[in-house]
């Protein structure tokens, strides 16, 4: 796959997007920031690793029930002593004291991750009147869990997003994945977890296309409610990954269309282009992993666009034939 020095621009929907371009800058919508909604953060990290006893836990279980219950499991401990005692094991832990250390040095302030994190929750807002948002927490994890999503909380282990650089880094993920677990990834990959929420793809015909519907929704979704976000956070490539998957955008779809591969159920097939790669070496070696999902987003944008569909008409329609078929798609040359 060849790299280009100018890449292709998508058309912006203003509108539909929210957001105005001024010059450079990305602007939102004063009425979308003008919603009202019942938003908290609590940074529970601090407050875990300053606990020494017993009392002190029992009393943080207390204070927070539904974090105990849905995200410490704790109704599955046959006694509650048993949660406290793993508790107090984790805070004489080195190796933890010295990884909490170090996310309270890089998260010291995270103001600007809370203002992001309500100016999602107010877009999702707007479109979707009825969604409840969630409580939020940050801890440390000890690279147990990156976002832990519910009807009720969002937790965000810190931890999983220290700077790529960092001595620290999740120690069962391969390179090429580690490197989306960035600070400017966090937000947009809350989003696409709340995206499955509103979902409605109909995977049980089990096809590629399915998949790439599936995975084009959830990105659509998320450029939805983050407009101002550039892509690569959006999908996990790097900015000239997506340029050059602009650029070759009629290679691509070529590749599929003369392979016969939109509607084939074979599970090693639909492995090569959704699944995770570092590469899609069916297309080419500079190919980026997860290119079924890119073009999925692409058929996606322009089913919505093409046909004026609502954000909620386009996530709630589940046949992906329809999708298909209605979207009119056809690469950018």
């Known amino acids: 796959m060849r790299k280009i020095i100018n890449p292709f621009s998508l058309l912006l929907f203003v509108l539909l997007f929210s957001c105005k371009k001024e010059g450079q800058e990305c602007v939102l919508d004063n009425e ?6 019942d938003f908290e953060l609590e940074r529970l990290e601090d407050q875990f690793f300053e606990a020494r006893t017993k009392e002190d836990f029992s009393y943080l279980l207390d204070a927070h029930p539904l974090f105990a219950q849905n995200y410490l499991q704790m109704g599955t401990y046959s006694e509650r002593d048993d949660l ?9 832990d080195t190796l933890l004291i010295d990884l909490y250390q ?34 939020v927490y940050t801890v440390v994890t000890g690279f147990g869990s990156d976002i832990y999503l519910d009807k009720d ?6 931890d999983y997003y220290l700077p790529f650089e960092h001595r620290f880094q999740p120690p069962d993920l391969p390179l090429y994945i580690t490197k989306r677990y960035q600070r400017e990834y966090l937000v947009p990959m809350v989003v696409k977890a709340i995206s499955t929420q509103f979902n409605r793809t109909d995977m ?6 399915a998949e790439m519907i599936y995975y084009g929704k959830s990105y659509h979704f998320t450029k939805s409610i983050l407009p101002c976000t550039p892509d690569e956070y959006i999908i996990g490539y790097t900015a000239d990954e ?3 998957c602009f650029a070759n955008e009629v290679m691509i779809w070529s590749h599929f269309v003369e392979n016969d591969l939109l509607f084939t159920t ?3 097939e639909i492995r090569k282009y959704v699944g995770e790669a570092p590469y899609t070496d069916a297309i ?22 093409n046909n004026k569909f609502s954000l909620q008409e386009m996530m709630l329609e589940s046949d992906t034939e329809k999708i298909f078929r209605q979207s009119g798609y056809k690469p950018r040359p």
């Open 84 to 92: 406290i005692e793993e508790l107090l094991w984790a805070n004489k």
């Open 102 to 135: 170090e996310v309270r040095t890089y998260f010291a302030d995270i103001s600007e991750l809370e203002l992001e994190l309500r100016t999602a929750f107010k877009h999702i807002k707007y479109h979707y009147p009825e969604f409840k948002v969630p409580k």
């Open 153 to 158: 909380i969002l937790v965000i282990g810190l």
């Open 266 to 268: 074979n599970p090693f």
């Open 204 to 209: 049980s015909q089990n096809t590629l296309l």
């Open 242 to 244: 997506v340029a050059a």
């Open 284 to 305: 080419s070696p500079d190919a980026p992993g997860r290119i079924g999902r890119w073009l999925g987003w692409n058929i996606v944008d322009d089913y919505r666009f």
């Open 32 to 37: 979308v920031l003008g919603i009202q909604i």
